[in-house]
């Protein structure tokens, strides 16, 4: 009887370490998640070792989570500014930084499966629009009102603000965005060659660039928003719409101007225009290639200027999109691709401290267009700041703000898309046309089953 | 131990932990898998049964079948490349004259504790379009060049000696470990016998490594159909969904088209044919049980 005893609390002991074993890993579960995000920059990874304060009286200090991307100077210089206005402005407010990951939400909504949403998260259209469906996201039409939020955004980027359901769920910082074609300046004129204006033109630029080892455009096609952006520029110059109309279902990807457009980039393609492995090809390769002169064009958004100028002074500059003809040419000056979209800080409203939360997203998105004006020389901001840039504009930037009021329509950027559906396929479908090893009826099939 | 078994609280208490653990974090996260491959779910809101429409919509989507593609492709090439290298390697380096054994043993495990971004970085690096590889060409006065990873066709290849490389390493460990359980009596016996070395290994160490290359064979070809961290790292899973495969489906549909319900229907097809290559290897390898028992009870009467 004894012995029974025994091994029956041996067993018992056995059996409850085991699952107090497992019971023991809920607490550094909580962690768990902002963790795997700290792989983007050291500077990150110290951030989040702040440890949180416990909200208690008034006057106290309060950690807010904040998830939001802090990789590069584009991203980095308006956060670190950010974060030291909001120390003079909210002294009893700290922020703990998770960086954002490049993984297509993936983090954002597994937190939010989980209830563990940050406090202030940055949201792009598809998450507006998922957890919206789900309340996991606070409508901030009241606190846009008494901030003064909307009394300092741009007229052109008002409906930037707005969801399809007419409420405030983010607060935008970017404004009206565009896709802008680069070109390296110097190869041209080495190899005396003129902006093209036309499809011909630009197969001409093609031949003797590749006759003289240069690549002619460098995609990043491993980013499917650079190859849907490739095929919106070609397809703007047939239907102004491009994928902005297809997204919304009032154009068809069959519709003639489509077609043609997935034809003209095949062609393209075929002649070489982007470098072989451009689909395996990331950012960081592409535009080192582009700034080295390895490359003598490249698509990317404004926001690149600073950049590219930074490496190749007077050297790059950016042009209209080529076109079938010279007619076309100058009737498309006034079509860009890219746009605005209602990206931007979302608020958890089942944060503790949601109200406040709400108060610091709509000041740190303030801050964040100060810093693009003054830092960034980016004016293409959701907001009126009212700063001045702590230099002169880049020459291509004053281009553009010179473009800007002829500029008719606009598409969006893929992460403006709201047919995830038709987002998901326009990415791929058009990453398939750069390897040249789809053809514009699959890519026309495949999108259209997608729409 | 013969009171232990016959104390059923004993037994009880002993299964309950792992029976638990298996429940909780295996068996109900299937079965809820297959639930919810039923209904419209986005991750975060209440599900809506849909019935068979996620199936019907995924035996119809032309990705399904390349991925089914790919990972029977992966698979094959993964099994085939570990077990035969595996085997090659770990019965040279069990020849105790052999130098060098004990560096050879190390250096064909390293490529496992590597992390797995890691080794893809390092191949990535070799194998895009201005990487090693190419540029090897390029100095040996060769034309030759390959677009290697974005390859509509030939990617998935090129993916799959980059995971057979890695893992080669974990197999080629179980059967060095296999082949030291193995006791050097039998080949002793066949040296007497005038066995030569290769007839040795052919008709000793493989047949008694049976139990090892099911399991290596189970690792091998499940791993194959699981998958996913090298397309997503090497390719991104294109071009154009070329290199997809079911869990890069799965992964496709619940997180960038927030389309959970599609996304489990489709790890639902996956999870079935892991268990349906689970019950082929163990009916082929029962079936060699069987027959051996048969053939030890034949001996027995007649003797």
Known sequence: MKKKLVSAIACMTVAASTLVGCTGSSAPADTAAPAETQTETPAAETKTEETKTEETASGDKVTLSIYTQYADDDTKVPYDYAVEQLKEAYPNVELNLIVQAQDDGQTLKTLAATGQLPDIYQASTDLINTFRESNQIMVLNDVA?????????????????????GNIYAFPFSGQEYVLWYYNKALFEENGLEVPKTYDDLLNCIEVFKGKGITPLALFGQEGWNTAAAYDVIATRYATGGIKALDEGTASVTDEGYVEAAKMMEKLVAAGLYQEDATTTNYDQ?????????????????????????????NVDWMFYPAADEASYEAGKAAFSGGGSASGFAVNPDSENAALAAEVAEFITEKYCEAKVMYRHNPLVALDTGKEPDSEYPAMMKKLSDTLPTITSTTKFTWGLTNSTFNDAIQSESQGLVSGQFTADEFVENVADAQ | MKKYMGNKLAIFLFVVPALAVFLIFDFIPIIQVFAYSFTDWNGLTIPNFTGLKNYLELFGD???????????IFAVIITVYQMFFATVFAITISDKKMKGRKFLRVAYFIPVILSVTVVCQLWGAILSGEGLLNKLFEAFGSDFRQNWLGD????????????????????????VAGIKSIPSDYYEAARIDGCSNVKAHMKITIPLLAETYKFCLIISLTGGIKAFTEMNILTGGGPNKSTFTLTYMMYNAAFKKSNYGYGLAAASIMVIECMLIMLVINFIFREKDQKKEEERSRRKRSA
Do not use: H, P
């Open chain 1, 286 to 314: 592409a535009s080192q290639k582009f700034l080295s002169g390895e490359a003598a064009m490249f698509i990317n958004g404004q926001w690149y200027i600073e950049d590219a100028t930074k490496e190749l002074g007077d």
């Open chain 1, 145 to 165: 009102q008494s901030t003064g939020f909307l009394d300092k955004l741009y007229d052109a980027n008002k409906d930037l603000a707005y969801a399809e359901d």
């Open chain 2, 152 to 175: 509509r066709y030939k990617a998935i290849y090129v993916i799959a000696f980059v995971n057979a490389w890695q893992w080669m390493g974990y197999q080629f460990a179980l059967i």
């Open chain 2, 62 to 72: 032309r990705v399904f079948y390349t991925s089914n593609r790919n990972q029977l």
